[in-house]
């Protein structure tokens, strides 16, 4: 009996350990393929979700993995970092052991937030205007605007709105010092970022102010990873 008990402990010992090898072993090849896929500057942080993981594995679908990525550039826009969740993974242990290259990674869903710092939206801003901060669905601006040869200090709350290719800052509420007259002074401080061709294919459903910048928010389904 006693040798019995002895042996089943080792055995959830090795289970533990091939466990957490298995495990490590998937997380870093998602990640390898993700890095290449994107052409990253830096490898991902890839976490699978879930005890036991050699369950997931044998049948190669895993429920949730959380993954990290760090400052990325798509078309002239840095984006700071993104965060994002993929649900239903798709990813065969036989195809990732035999040849990884040609293993049919993918997510059935996919769900993230990009992460635009705020010297990104400094650098798109109009010549003047610099980027103070805000919360929820405004974003504070301050700076000055050229107006027939005058520099006029301004400060506007900018609305934040999702349009084709991109996000829209407008004007909603505009100050200006001394109570001059400027009309259509919103041209002069509105603008777009780009936004396009996010990694993880992510199509975006909101867009909110936070201290860093502007948090995007998008989801996507039937992802390839590879």
């Known amino acids: ?116 710092s705020r010297k990104t939206l400094d650098a798109r801003a109009p010549r003047g205007i610099k980027i103070e901060g805000g919360g929820g669905d405004t974003l504070r601006v301050s700076g000055k605007v050229t107006v027939l040869g005058q520099n006029i200090p301004v400060t506007a709350d900018m609305k934040i709105e999702t349009v084709q290719g991109g996000i829209r800052l407008i004007p909603s509420d505009v100050k200006i010092a001394g109570g001059i007259s400027v009309p259509n002074v919103e041209k002069f401080i509105g603008f777009t970022v780009p936004v396009k061709n996010l990694p993880l294919n992510l199509k975006i459903n909101r867009v909110r102010s936070v201290p860093e910048g502007l948090a995007v928010e998008g989801s996507a389904t039937d992802v390839p990873l590879r």
Do not use: N, W
Request: aromatic share 4%.
């Open 1 to 116: 009996m006693r040798k019995l008990v002895v042996f089943l402990i080792l055995l959830v010992v090795v289970l533990a350990v091939l466990d957490r090898v298995a495990v490590a072993g998937v997380q870093r090849e998602i990640a390898r393929q993700i890095e290449a896929k994107y052409d990253l500057s830096s490898t991902p942080t890839v976490h699978v979700e879930g005890i036991p993981f050699l369950t997931q594995a044998i049948s190669g679908h895993y429920e949730e993995i959380s993954i990290a990525m760090g400052e990325l550039t798509r078309e002239g826009v840095t984006i700071s970092k993104i965060d994002a969740t993929l649900y239903g993974v798709s990813a065969p242990l036989a195809d990732l052991i035999q040849d990884a290259s040609k293993a049919d990674l993918r997510a059935e869903r996919v769900t993230g937030t990009v992460v635009i």
